[in-house]
Every structure is written in structure tokens, then in C-alpha cells.
């Protein structure tokens, strides 16, 4: 069996593990160590940074110039997310200020950001997503074949095949039941993300994961979403998209994709879509 190489370390408000086989080195995961480390400085709102400048700049309703290449390429992953997902991934939404991303204006050939209204952003698991990204392609540059990377227990990305063979199978638990299982799925070259409105890390109801935009309420029901995509950010905006969707977008959003997309009703467990 091929021999792991493993980095454990506290990033984007969690727990990162980096697993890299076939051409593993300790300098290939220091490199992508350092790449996740590099988006938690980017877009952390927890301590200075180019997302805390950017957010004071529109809280006071002003135009802010943007020179952080990762904070840009957010931007754009939260704007193409947004489309993508009908408008529900957004990183403006927040009921505290009543702002939503239809009020952000970014111009990413000017590196400029303006909103019609004081507004702050939060990328929240966008940017588990696109660290894991990062890291996974610092990895394969160097020459490893084989990995599994994740962020806390939600955020996962799986490229190559197992060290024993065949794809890296996972068992999605319940969140409320301990003892139930929610899905069985194998991913390869694929990303997971898992987003819930119960269980662990849920008891901030401001947090835009839970707000269903344009609505000032925090989504009730229990449900959970699960979303597989080729990239961490894709899977991270459609899990949450998932987890907040009203029936209609719910449908929209799985029609054709029941094999990647998954959204469960936990009060009425048999039901995929709430």
C-alpha cells in the first residue's frame, strides 16, 4: 500500500486535513498547506483582511478597489454561484443589513466593488470550497496522484483513485440521528459538501447559509443538503443553495442531477425534497 503523507491543521474556522499518496513529498503539502492557509487570510471576517477592508468600504457606502487575487477570484465564483443556483447562493445576504448580491456591482476588469446599500459579505463555506480547490491543484502541479482533503466534516475533495483501488466511498450521517445513515456515495476527481439546518454549527441563525434571500426570517424545517461537483466551490454553493431552496428552485435545482444533488426533509426523512 501506498505510503500517506498527512498535514493537520486549523483553518477557516475548522479542521484541515490534507491526505496525499502517490507522489507525495512533505514539500508538495506544505505548498498546500500554505495554499489554504492564503484564502483563510483573504476572506477570513474574523481578523484584518482584504474581505474586512473590502466589507468597511461598503458598510460605509463606498466604492473599494480590490487587488487580492483571491478575494477576486471569490468574487467571481460567488457571482457566477449566484446564477447558477437561481439566486439562492448568496454572499450578501444577511438580514441584519437586508442585503442580497443583486445590490453588488463588481467590476472584476476594474477590480472594483460598489453596492446600492451598506451591505457586507461573508463567503463562508464558498471559501472552504475554493481552499480545498487551491490546495488540490498546488498537489497535482507537484506530481501527486492520489489525495483526499477536507475541511471539517462537510467540505471534501477526493481526486485520483483510492490507495486500494477504485473511487473513495463515504457514508453521510444523519445529523440529528446518530445511529442512521443519510446517503452512500463513491467520489473520484469530485468534490462533497454537505450543509444542514441542524446538527453542529448551526445556532447562529444570521449566518447566510441559514436565510433564504430575500426573506428575513432563518430557514426552520430540518433538512440537509448533500452536493457533488468537479470543484469545491461549485459543491459548496450547491449544497447551500440546496439546504435553503423553496420546493420549486429544490426541483430545479436536482432536476437531471439526482445522481450529485441530494436534499432531505428530516422530518419526513423519506422525502429528497422538502
Known amino acids: 500500500m501506498t505510503r500517506a503523507r498527512i498535514e493537520r491543521f486549523a483553518a477557516m474556522g475548522t479542521r484541515v486535513e490534507l491526505h496525499a499518496f502517490d507522489g507525495a513529498t512533505p514539500a508538495a503539502l506544505a505548498d498546500a498547506r500554505r495554499a489554504v492557509e492564503a484564502v483563510d487570510d483573504a476572506l477570513t471576517i474574523h481578523r484584518p483582511s482584504p474581505l474586512v477592508a473590502l466589507n468597511e468600504a461598503l458598510l460605509a457606502g463606498r466604492e473599494a478597489a480590490v487587488t487580492d487575487a483571491i ?36 467590476d472584476r476588469a476594474g477590480g472594483t466593488v460598489a453596492a446600492s446599500r451598506p451591505l457586507a459579505l461573508d463567503f463562508g463555506g464558498l471559501g472552504k470550497g475554493l481552499a480545498l480547490d487551491r490546495a488540490g491543484a498546488v498537489l497535482r502541479d507537484a506530481g501527486v496522484t492520489s489525495a483526499l482533503l477536507s ?47 441542524v446538527g453542529v454549527g448551526t445556532d447562529a441563525p444570521e449566518r447566510a447559509a441559514l436565510l433564504r434571500p430575500g426573506e428575513p426570517a432563518a430557514i ?24 435553503v431552496a423553496d420546493p420549486a428552485r429544490a426541483a430545479r435545482l436536482l432536476r437531471d442531477r439526482r445522481d450529485t444533488r441530494f436534499r432531505f426533509d428530516l422530518a419526513h426523512q423519506e422525502s429528497r425534497v422538502a
Open 71 to 106: 478575494l477576486l477570484d471569490a468574487l467571481d465564483a460567488a457571482a457566477a454561484a449566484h446564477v447558477a443556483t437561481f439566486g439562492l447562493f448568496d454572499v450578501a445576504a444577511d438580514r441584519r443589513t437586508g442585503g442580497n448580491w443583486t445590490m453588488v456591482r463588481f
Open 151 to 197: 475541511a471539517g466534516e462537510s467540505s471534501i475533495l477526493a481526486f485520483g483513485p483510492h490507495p486500494l483501488g477504485g473511487g473513495w466511498p463515504f457514508a453521510i450521517p444523519h445529523p440529528i440521528d446518530a445511529d442512521a445513515t443519510l446517503l452512500e456515495i463513491e467520489l473520484r476527481d469530485q468534490s462533497l459538501s454537505i450543509s444542514a439546518t
Open 220 to 243: 426552520a424545517p430540518p433538512a440537509c443538503a448533500v452536493a457533488i461537483a468537479e470543484s469545491g466551490a461549485a459543491a459548496e454553493a450547491l449544497s447551500t443553495a440546496l439546504v
